[in-house]
T-cell receptor, first 112, second 120 residues
């Protein structure tokens, strides 16, 4: 069945360093969403990517969707302590009606 | 606008007991999803309602889990009898438009705060 993987599982960075998490699907996706979950909180929607090769930016966050629509990345420039949390990608399959598969998440720790 | 609410926030039960979780989606949201996150692992899809109909329940682990959404408003997820491996955080999420048109954009899902279930 469809699988969505994320790497790395954990990332510890010094405040000010950059951070990237990668999301890979075993199948071609219709679209992909990114969510952030703070410790003790619930997932909060960040962005949705739909088009092949799409790049979107939100302040220090840059999101990319691969040309084949099977992978995506989230890059944070100059991390801050407020960036701490787990970042999940969620892939919507093209063959399953509305099925969404979440990746296992990348847990980011920022050392002040 | 009120967000997605879930009740209870925590539940501790013994193996073999029954627990019912409730989710109140954002008013007017047709899509309602149930997910479960076991400690440190992925957010696993359980099922998806469109209004009162089960669109996809392929993620339900077994017949000990029963989800309902009578009237297309709030939803309940009953676990009976509960087993140790059912422990985790159960999230509910809703989104505003009927989705599923291939090639179209899906709406963001608004997550509730979750119910932390501990089965002893």
């Amino acid at each position: 069945g469809q699988q969505v993987m994320q790497i790395p599982q954990y990332q510890h960075v010094q405040e000010g360093e950059d951070f990237t998490t990668y999301c890979n699907s075993s199948t071609t996706l219709s679209n992909i969403q990114w969510y952030k979950q703070r410790p003790g909180g619930h997932p909060v929607f960040l962005i949705q990517l739909v088009k092949s090769g799409e790049v979107k930016k939100q302040k220090r966050l840059t999101f990319q969707f691969g040309e084949a629509k099977k992978n995506s990345s989230l890059h944070i420039t100059a991390t801050q302590t407020t960036d701490v949390g787990t970042y999940f990608c969620a892939g919507f399959g093209r063959t399953s009606y509305d099925k969404v598969i979440f990746g296992p998440g990348t847990s980011l720790s920022v050392i002040p | 606008e009120a967000g997605v609410t879930q009740f209870p926030s925590h539940s501790v039960i013994e193996k073999g007991q029954t627990v019912t979780l409730r989710c109140d989606p954002i008013s007017g949201h047709d899509n309602l999803y149930w997910y479960r996150r076991v400690m440190g692992k992925e957010i696993k899809f359980l099922l998806h309602f469109v209004k009162e109909s089960k669109q996809d329940e392929s993620g339900m682990p077994n017949n000990r889990f029963l989800a309902e959404r009578t009237g297309g408003t709030y939803s309940t997820l009953k676990v009976q009898p509960a087993e140790l491996e059912d422990s985790g955080v159960y999230f509910c999420a809703s989104s505003p438009l009927p989705s599923g048109r291939r090639g179209s954009s899906y709406n963001e899902q608004f997550f509730g705060p979750g119910t932390r279930l501990t089965v002893l």
